[in-house]
């Protein structure tokens, strides 16, 4: 035969829904907290109950002793059953409740006693401490039984000690009082008791409500899932609690913030300081996908309600598809370049063509050296006026570029920059913005003009780029440094308002500032000052050009 399985235990434990298990513990909190009170309250009652107890027997023990007729029948009288001493503790006796009232002199022999057999015997307790002139007060156990004892000395008409008193009451009545008073007690107790478990469930059923109904374990599984999905997503997750403090950041809002744990419950102001990342976090910009810029990353942030009264905000790096769209746009740009080029070099094949058939053979020479000689012209006056490559490559692409759209782009005199440059790349991208916006600014207008002016200034740069377009009101010109201020069309990789932000940033990054006035023949003027753009000079000052004294000298007139 098989062996029979094991009776399988019963295991009780508490329930698995929260309301439950909230409601039972704050029920048992009550009910410890109801039955310590009762406690407490018990042990001290006992004491006092005591304590009165023995305080009324010690008072009547002082008032039968201050009867003349008890000492004066102590001295006089011998101790029996009907003597005058016996019959005066008696009627006290009755007179008060108590339970003995015994007179004994001062050889310990009773002179009264409730049970007649018992007078002229000794006393079973000691009275020395009475017949030594002392009051007492005890709790003890006689021939009567337990009772709460009063003992005085007994003094005749001279003051002298003839014997001494010892009043009784039964600690029954002591105990009774104490029961009698338990009742009224529990029934305060159950009304607390009640009133408690009200608010237990009062306080449960809150927090079923918050918490959906859920179970401790599905609470801390919820939990350790959030941490993980927080910390694993590639999305910057910050929450924010209905003051407006951050009070959640995972890894990598950290990364695109540039902010640690310590901005924990701070305000994104005093987290991040002031800014357009700022404001969207904190809802003073609303929206969805709002660009912004932290550092040199290039952010979309959304914003979302709580129902707490909070806010989750979501970050998403949008640093390389900035680039990429700006390098498509670069594209475009030479894609342009190249078109306007095409479109003027196949103008020009033409009329050559034309002069050819015509037979006009002399004047076709003189036609094709004037148009090699000005692109030729064009190039060496960008090349010696800027000898770094990529920016000369930049400007002669962005001239005809401004040929093809009628604009005259022109490089100032006073330009000159030196290929010394610490961040190429980061001026190409200041000057190709501030170029493009300016293109666009005197697009179909008369007369339209750019002029940029690069030079060296010791180890900075400054740049300045000037058009005839309508310029930019005196209110707005610290606006359009800000994110996502645009008057343009949107791009079709993404939104615009980056580009003024970007020179702004590229600017402070290197401790110098972009600023936008008023040119002198009217149109906007941008100024950018980049202090330490310019590595040291080469030994001996090697092969620059005199031009920048010259416009030194010039700036100084």
Do not use: C
């Amino acid at each position: 035969m098989s062996p029979t399985p094991p009776a399988r235990r019963l295991r009780l434990g508490l329930p698995r829904r929260m309301f439950s298990q909230v409601l039972l513990m704050q029920l048992a909190i009550a009910a410890g907290v109801a039955v310590l009170a009762t406690g407490l309250f018990l042990a001290p009652l006992s004491k006092q109950l005591d304590q009165e107890a023995m305080r009324r027997a010690l008072a009547i023990a002082q008032t039968t002793a201050q009867d003349p007729r008890i000492a004066e029948g102590v001295l006089t009288t011998p101790p029996t059953r009907d003597g005058p001493v016996q019959k005066e503790a008696e009627r006290i006796r009755h007179a008060t409740n108590a339970e003995y009232i015994v007179v004994l002199d001062r050889h310990k022999i009773r002179w009264s006693h409730p049970t007649l057999s018992e007078i002229g015997h000794q006393v079973s307790t000691s009275p020395k401490e009475a017949l030594a002139g002392n009051q007492v007060m005890e709790i003890d156990k006689g021939t009567l039984g337990r009772s709460a004892r009063g003992k005085v000395p007994l003094y005749d008409a001279d003051h002298r000690i003839v014997g001494a008193v010892s009043v009784g009451i039964a600690y029954d009545s002591v105990r009774a009082r104490l029961i009698s008073a338990i009742p009224g007690l529990f029934a305060y107790a159950g009304g607390a008791l009640a009133v408690g478990a009200l608010a237990a469930w009062l306080v449960s059923r809150r927090v079923q409500r918050q918490t959906r109904d859920l179970a401790f374990s599905d609470i801390s599984a919820l939990l350790a899932e959030r941490e993980a999905m927080l910390h694993g997503i590639r999305e910057g997750v910050v929450a924010l609690d209905r003051g407006g403090r951050i009070r959640l950041l995972n890894d990598e809002a950290r990364r695109l913030l540039g902010i640690g744990d310590e901005a924990v419950g701070l305000a994104p102001d005093e987290a991040l300081g002031e800014g357009r990342t700022t404001d969207v976090l904190a809802g003073r910009v609303t929206g969805t996908d709002l660009l912004t810029v932290r550092g040199h990353r290039v952010l979309v942030a959304n914003r979302m309600p709580t129902d707490d009264g909070g806010a989750v905000a979501t970050l998403r790096d949008r640093t390389e598809l900035e680039r990429l769209g700006r390098e498509l746009d670069s594209t475009h740009g030479l894609i342009d370049a190249l078109r306007a080029q095409d479109h003027e070099h196949a103008n020009r094949m033409h009329t050559l063509l034309g002069l050819l058939e015509l037979e006009m053979y002399d004047d076709a020479v003189e036609f094709v050296g004037e148009v090699v000689g000005d692109h030729r012209v064009t190039a060496e006056q960008v090349t010696e006026k800027i000898q770094d490559p990529l920016l000369a490559a930049l400007l002669v692409g962005k001239a005809t570029v401004a040929a093809e759209r009628g604009v005259a782009l022109w490089v100032s005199e006073r330009t000159w920059l030196p290929d010394r440059l610490i961040d190429p790349r980061g001026l190409v991208t200041v000057v190709g913005n501030l170029v493009d916006n300016a293109l666009d600014a005197v697009a179909a207008t008369p007369h339209a003009r750019v002029e940029v002016e690069l030079r060296a200034d010791g180890p900075a740069v400054v740049l300045r780029v000037r058009d005839t377009g309508p310029g930019i009101p005196a209110d707005q010109r610290e606006l359009i440094f800000t994110e996502g201020w645009s008057t343009k069309k949107p791009p079709a990789h993404g939104k615009r308002g980056l580009g003024l932000s970007l020179v702004r940033r590229l600017a402070e990054r290197q401790g110098g500032s972009a600023s936008v006035g008023t040119a002198d023949g009217g149109g906007a003027e941008f100024t950018v000052v980049l202090p330490e753009a310019l590595a040291g000079a080469e030994p001996g000052g090697g092969g620059e050009s005199p031009e920048p004294a010259v416009a030194a000298e010039e700036e100084a007139r």
